[in-house]
């Protein structure tokens, strides 16, 4: 098992040497200037003394990543548990600015106990037309977070990292996408369902970092 310190050491790493999302061609699209740049932050860290129920994991119990699920209200990813994050700002110098803005903003974040690691390459969001900057950070000192904008956010989460690579809770969702049915990766961890651009970005980081364990990806889960 690695520790906290190797957890964010490959954190570091893999954004140095970048990451394929490996995307299907179906959720590409062609960028310009109707794509409209954002970043979410992907924030891991001992965030709080609950730790995880799963058993035999590559990351320690304690390991958390921060979530939060959006307002049913919203126009797109209505109800969606999903990072931190939104459009960048002309105020905002680049995605890491815009990651921690909407953090702030959105969980009320304290910016000051967090490391930034880096980022990695963006992912084109075909239903709201973005181009989605993931910002990987490590919360060294953290601070009390909550849903701050009702209209945005109506909870956050914590979700130890180990449930979420126990293979029980690994699953896939079914959907339609350019008039084909796709498949994308899901996590159900206590009743909470993680899917859609959030479960991407976990999925395919936990393979890179070399943490995902073996799980069934033809057991599917329902999206209400």
Known sequence: MTSSADARSGLVELCRRGIDWRLDPSRMITLGTASRPAAVLVLFGRLDATPATAGAAAVPAD??????????????????????????????????AAALREATEEVGLDVAG?????????????????LVTPVPAWWARPSQVAAV?????????????????????????????????????AFVVDGTLVWGFTAIVLSRMFEALGWALPWDTHRLVEVS
């Open 114 to 130: 967090v490391d930034v690691l880096g980022t990695l390459a963006p992912l084109p969001v075909p239903v709201s037309n973005h």
């Open 63 to 96: 390991l958390d990543v921060l979530l939060q699920r959006r307002a049913s209200t919203l126009g797109h990813h209505a109800g969606q548990v999903a990072f931190p994050g939104g459009r960048l700002e002309p105020s905002d110098d680049g995605p890491v």
């Open 149 to 185: 904008d009702h209209a945005e956010t109506v909870e956050v989460f914590r979700l130890p990292v180990a449930d979420l690579l126990d293979p029980a809770n690994r699953a896939s969702v079914a959907h339609s996408r350019s008039g084909a049915t796709v498949r994308t990766p």
